[in-house]
C-alpha cells in the first residue's frame, strides 16, 4: 500500500489507512501513524519520521540545500573527517580541485566547503575516495587521484595518487600536506581513475586501498596499496599488481564476497571485448594476493556480457544484503533492446556468460534507461534492510524522452527476484534548472541520527546545487 504524504515544515506527515495485503513491493516500512499496521505484520506500527516515497521534487523537498559548488563529479561520502561526529561529502570540483563538504541543517544554503584540495600548476585531478583510517587518529583519510603527479625523486610528471591524512581544513595544495604520493609508471596511463577502500588486506593492522591504472601499456592495472606507506611510492613496487585486458579497471569496487573477513576487488571492464562494440565484464580476485597475478586466466571469477551492451560502467558494494555471510555487489548494466538498470549478485560470484540470469535481482527499467550510475544508499528507512540509488539522466517528464531533466530512483529494502522501475519506492526528480542522474551518493550518517542519508547533485548552469536528505 502507499499512504499519502504531505510535505509540512521540514517533515513528513502521513495520512492514516488501513492496511492492505499484496499492494507494494517490498513491503512499506513503518510509518508515523499510531494506530495503522502499515507493513502488514499484525502490530500497530510505532510514531516515527516517515522516509520517502514517489515523485520527489528534489531541490525543493531537499532537507537541506548547498548551492553553487564546483561541479560534484565523482560524489562520495568520506566519513567523519573533520571529527565532529557527523560525516562528509567529497567530489571532484572543476579539472584541479577536490572539495570537501560538511552537512548543514535544514534549509538553503551558499556553498563553502570545509577543505579544498588544490594540485600545484596545470595539474588536474580524477578521483577521490575515503580509503579508512591509515593513521590510527580515529578519523578517515582521503587518497586523492591525480592526471598528473609530479614524481619527488625524479621532478618527472606521471600519473598517480595523494594520499591526505586528516583532518586538514582550508584550501591546501595536496602535493603539499601529502603523506603519501603515489607514482604511476607512465604519465598518460591514468594511475588513479578508480580508488577503492580495503581494510586490512595484509594483516599489519593498518587500512590498505586500490588503484587502478586502466591505460597502462602493458593492459589494465590495479595494484594493492598498503596502507602504512608514506613518503614517496612507485607504484610499480605495490605489494600486488593485477594485470587485466586493456583499459580494465575504469571501475572498482571491494567486497568480501567469499566470507573470509577480507576485502576482494572486482574489477571492471566496460570495454570488454575490445572489437566491434564494448559489451562489458568483471574480474575477481580474491585478497590477499602478492606479486602479479593475470586476469582472466587467474580471476577467481569472470562475468562477461555476451549480450550487445553495456555492463559494469559503475558497481558498488552492498555487504551481505542477503544474510548468508557472503558480501554482494550492485553493477550496472545497459542491454541494446533498451532494458537498463542494476543487477545485484551474491556473493561468492561465479564466472558466467549471462549476468542477467546470475543477478540474485535485477532492478530493470524497459522505457528509460538507468543505471548510468548505481550506488549503495545503505539503510534510509531504519527497516533493517540494504537500500540501492540507480540514476537516470534519461529521465523525462514527456513520453517522448524531450527536454530529460533526470532522476534518481531510490528502493527500499532489497528483494531477490525482478523489480520494475515502477517498484521504487521513490525517484528524485531533476527540474528545468537542475539536471540530475550523474552525480549521488548515500550509505552514510551525516547529521548524527543513525540513520543513513542521500545526497544528489544537480547540474546548473552557475555550477552544481546539492540536496541533502537526511535518513528517517
Known amino acids: 500500500m502507499r499512504i499519502p504524504l504531505h510535505f509540512v515544515g521540514l517533515s513528513w506527515m502521513a495520512i ?46 531537499a532537507d537541506a540545500r548547498l548551492d553553487a559548488a564546483p561541479g560534484a563529479e565523482g560524489l562520495v561520502f568520506a566519513g567523519d573527517v573533520d571529527g565532529d561526529g557527523v560525516g562528509e561529502v567529497a567530489f571532484v570540483g572543476g579539472p584541479d580541485q577536490i572539495h570537501v563538504v560538511s552537512s548543514v541543517p535544514a534549509g538553503v544554503w551558499n556553498y563553502e566547503p570545509f577543505a579544498t584540495f588544490t594540485s600545484r600548476g596545470s595539474l588536474s585531478v580524477a578521483s577521490v575516495a575515503s580509503v579508512g583510517d591509515v593513521d590510527a587518529d580515529g578519523l578517515p ?21 595523494h594520499l591526505i591524512l586528516g583532518p586538514k581544513a582550508g584550501i591546501q595544495v595536496a602535493a603539499d600536506v601529502a603523506a603519501l604520493t603515489i607514482v604511476g609508471e607512465g604519465r598518460w596511463d591514468a594511475t588513479g581513475a578508480a580508488l577503492a577502500a580495503l581494510g586490512d588486506v595484509d594483516g599489519d593492522g593498518v587500512p590498505d586501498y586500490a588503484v587502478t591504472a586502466p591505460q597502462h601499456e602493458l593492459g589494465g592495472m590495479t595494484y594493492v596499496v598498503s596502507g602504512a606507506a608514506r613518503g614517496t611510492l612507485q607504484v610499480a613496487d605495490a605489494a600486488a599488481r593485477v594485470v587485466a585486458p586493456s583499459l580494465s579497471g575504469e571501475t572498482l569496487a571491494a567486497e568480501d564476497l567469499d566470507g573470509d573477513g577480507i576485502s576482494d576487488l572486482i574489477i571492471g571492464d566496460p570495454n570488454y571485448p575490445e572489437v566491434d562494440y564494448p559489451q562489458g565484464a568483471l574480474y575477481v580476485v580474491h585478497l590477499p594476493v602478492t606479486g602479479i597475478v593475470d586476469v ?18 559503475a558497481m558498488d558494494a552492498l555487504g551481505d544484503v542477503d544474510g548468508d555471510g557472503y ?73 517522448d524522452g524531450e527536454d530529460a531533466l533526470g532522476g534518481v530512483y531510490l528502493y527500499y529494502g532489497l528483494t531477490s527476484g525482478t523489480l520494475l522501475l515502477t517498484d521504487r519506492s521513490a525517484v528524485f526528480h531533476g527540474d528545468a534548472t537542475h539536471r540530475a542522474g550523474w552525480a549521488f551518493a548515500g550509505g552514510d550518517d551525516l547529521d548524527g541520527d543513525g540513520h543513513d542519508d542521500v545526497v544528489i547533485g544537480g547540474w546548473t548552469k552557475s555550477g552544481t546545487d546539492l540536496a541533502f536528505f537526511y535518513g528517517r
Open 16 to 61: 492514516a489507512t488501513a492496511c492492505t495485503t499484496g499492494g507494494s513491493h517490498p513491503p512499506d516500512p513503518p510509518h508515523p501513524d499510531t494506530a495503522v499496521d502499515d507493513d502488514c505484520d499484525g502490530d500497530t506500527d510505532s510514531l516515527a519520521l516517515c522516509s520517502w516515497f514517489g515523485d520527489v521534487d528534489t531541490f525543493v523537498e
Open 141 to 161: 583519510d582521503l587518497l586523492i587521484g591525480h592526471d598528473e603527479v609530479e614524481d619527488p625523486d625524479s621532478g618527472e610528471l606521471r600519473a598517480g595518487c
Open 296 to 313: 582472466p586466466d587467474s580471476a577467481d571469477a569472470v562475468v562477461r556480457n555476451e549480450a550487445p551492451g553495456d555492463f559494469a560502467l
Open 327 to 399: 558480501g554482494d555487489l550492485l553493477v550496472a548494466f545497459h542491454r541494446r533492446d533498451v532494458t537498463s538498470g542494476g543487477l545485484v549478485f551474491r556473493g561468492p560470484l561465479a564466472s558466467t556468460d549471462d549476468p542477467v540470469d546470475l543477478a540474485w535481482a535485477t532492478l530493470v527499467n524497459d522505457a528509460v534507461p538507468a543505471g548510468t550510475n548505481v550506488r549503495a544508499a545503505g539503510d534510509v528507512d531504519g527497516d533493517g534492510r540494504a537500500d540501492v540509488l540507480l540514476g537516470a539522466p534519461s529521465l523525462s517528464p514527456t513520453a
